[in-house]
């Protein structure tokens, strides 16, 4: 084999290498934008339902086939959660009193008012 035979030859082999590793880069790539795009589009329908749900709420009615259960919603409804309980006394400590009037002031106009 000639020289320029020899080096058509390697670089046939090296141009075919550099091609399989581009290709196989390339096809990674593709995957990699196709999963992207999947959990794109399921996260833009969970944000869709989110806002159907808040924008179109849903009021569903429950049939209650007995005064018992009746009874029993009204009871579970009534029943405040601990966590709840605790969140309401910490906001009922936590607010300021209201701004107490001057007496004087009403006295004055009343004063005012009658001379």
């Known amino acids: 084999m000639c020289p320029v ?3 058509r030859a390697l670089v046939k082999q090296r ?5 399989e590793e581009i290709f196989g880069l390339f096809e990674r790539t593709i995957a990699e934008y196709e999963e992207r795009l999947s959990r794109s589009r399921e996260e833009n329908e969970r944000q869709r339902h989110l806002l159907d749900a808040v924008l179109k709420p849903q009021v569903r009615l429950h049939r209650a086939v007995n005064p018992a259960d009746v009874q029993q919603l009204l009871e579970s409804k009534e029943e405040v959660p601990p966590e709840q309980q605790e ?3 910490r906001v009922e400590q ?4 209201p701004p107490h009037i001057k007496e004087e002031q009403e006295e004055l106009w009343t004063r005012g ?3």
Request: hydrophobic share 45%; charged share 15%; net charge negative.
């Open 15 to 19: 141009l075919t290498a550099a091609a």
């Open 94 to 97: 936590e607010q300021p009193e």
């Open 113 to 115: 008012a009658s001379e």
């Open 87 to 89: 969140w309401s006394s």
């Open 5 to 7: 035979q020899m080096l």
